[in-house]
Structures are given as structure tokens and as C-alpha cells.
T-cell receptor, first 116, second 113 residues
Framework: KAGVTQTPRYLIKTRGQQVTLSCSPISGHRSVSWYQQTPGQGLQFLFEYFSETQRNKGNFPGRFSGRQFSNSRSEMNVSTLELGDSALYLC???????????????FGPGTRLTVL | AQSVTQLGSHVSVSEGALVLLRCNYSSSVPPYLFWYVQYPNQGLQLLLKYTSAATLVKGINGFEAEFKKSETSFHLTKPSAHMSDAAEYFCAVSDQAGTALIFGKGTTLSVSS
């Protein structure tokens, strides 16, 4: 079974621009979560989608948004980029149908975003 | 609210030595706990998870962790370190809904020959 895939793997943008990152979950997984990883703040939860609905959201400004499509693929968007948005953005998928869930989250390789 | 503290941002061991990575949690409900490993330029790989079944959890690559409620700990151990174990290790607790992971700051494990 193919794992979680993320595109692109690397991205360079300038301040003020916007960016869209893509995530394809493991086949059959309907939950997709996004995390931001930085040296200073570590791994932080952004949001989680299940069946095209946002079920959970972390403490990030409204510049960070996401969506999920009917095939479970997900995108996240960051508008008006700031230098501090430079990070590794990780996507994870799981079965996670019910709440609470103990299903494992499987991570993709991440997208490395650099903001200049 | 759930939180995780990993003691020691960097641990160094010799090849063949015991590996012990420490994790303490705080949770208002029975926790679901996880250990993930991250190799350079890669995503996170699950080593093991605790979901209130057996308190001693065995994972991949010879790692195991013991859930101790009285100590609010979930330390990761491996009897004999291998060079390939060098990586960053993250302890995580699931939020109450089970849809988000709350991670510790991570511990970098170095293994010397």
C-alpha cells in the first residue's frame, strides 16, 4: 500500500506571497491532519479533516487554512507569508472514523517551505 | 489539557549500550501515548503506541515502552543500541478527541562506535 504523499517536497516563497501544499492520504484513510515543525516551536498541530469537514483546529492564525476533497486528498494554504512560516509541514492520515480514536497517524515526508 | 515533556534534548550512547529516552505526560483523561522516530529529511515513523491495553508496549526495531500511571511516565527503551538508531525521537499524547497529537520537543539520539 502506498504511503502518504506530499507535494511539493521543497518550496521557496517570498514574504507576502501565498502557498498551497498538497497531501494524498493512504488509500482508505479518511482523516488527514497537518502539522508544522520548526526548530523553535517543535511539532504543532494545525488542523484535522474528516470527510471534507474540519473536526479539529490548532492555535494558528487565520492565514492558515485547509480543505479536504471527496477523495480524501487535502490541501493547506498559507496566505500573506511571513518569515516565521518557514518550516517543515507534515501531513498525516489515519482511519480515525469515530471519536475518540486510537488509530495510528501515518506521516508523509513533509514539504519544506522556505520564506525569504 | 494534555501535554508531554521529554527530558533531555540530546542523549548519547555507545553502540551496544542501553537506550533510555524519557517522557512524562499530563492528561486529564486516560491518555493514548505514542513514540515516533524521525530520520533526517524524513517524516515521522511510529515506533509504538499505548492505548490502555498492556502497560508494557513492544514496538518496532527492538524498542519498548512502559506506561506507569503513578509516575505519569512513558519512557522508551532499547537493550542494545545500533548505529542505525541515531535519529530524533518524539513522544506524543493524543488529545481528548483523538484527532490531534501533542508532541514533546524531541530527543536526539546519537550512537557512537
Amino acid at each position: 500500500k502506498a504511503g502518504v504523499t506530499q507535494t511539493p517536497r521543497y518550496l521557496i516563497k517570498t514574504r507576502g506571497q501565498q502557498v498551497t501544499l498538497s497531501c494524498s492520504p493512504i488509500s482508505g484513510h479518511r482523516s488527514v491532519s497537518w502539522y508544522q515543525q520548526t526548530p523553535g516551536q517543535g511539532l504543532q498541530f494545525l488542523f484535522e479533516y474528516f470527510s471534507e469537514t474540519q473536526r479539529n483546529k490548532g492555535n494558528f492564525p487565520g492565514r492558515f487554512s485547509g480543505r479536504q476533497f471527496s477523495n480524501s486528498r487535502s490541501e493547506m494554504n498559507v496566505s500573506t507569508l511571513e518569515l516565521g512560516d518557514s518550516a517543515l509541514y507534515l501531513c498525516a492520515s489515519s482511519l480515525s472514523s469515530g471519536i475518540p480514536s486510537t488509530d495510528t497517524q501515518y506521516f508523509g515526508p513533509g514539504t519544506r517551505l522556505t520564506v525569504l | 489539557a494534555q501535554s508531554v515533556t521529554q527530558l533531555g534534548s540530546h542523549v548519547s550512547v555507545s553502540e551496544g549500550a542501553l537506550v533510555l529516552l524519557r517522557c512524562n505526560y499530563s492528561s486529564s483523561v486516560p491518555p493514548y501515548l505514542f513514540w515516533y522516530v524521525q530520520y533526517p529529511n524524513q517524516g515521522l515513523q511510529l515506533l509504538l503506541k499505548y492505548t490502555s491495553a498492556a502497560t508494557l508496549v513492544k514496538g518496532i526495531n527492538g524498542f519498548e515502552a512502559e506506561f506507569k500511571k503513578s509516575e505519569t511516565s512513558f519512557h522508551l527503551t532499547k537493550p542494545s543500541a545500533h548505529m542505525s538508531d541515531a535519529a530524533e525521537y518524539f513522544c506524543a499524547v493524543s488529545d481528548q478527541a483523538g484527532t490531534a497529537l501533542i508532541f514533546g520537543k524531541g530527543t536526539t539520539l546519537s550512537v557512537s562506535s
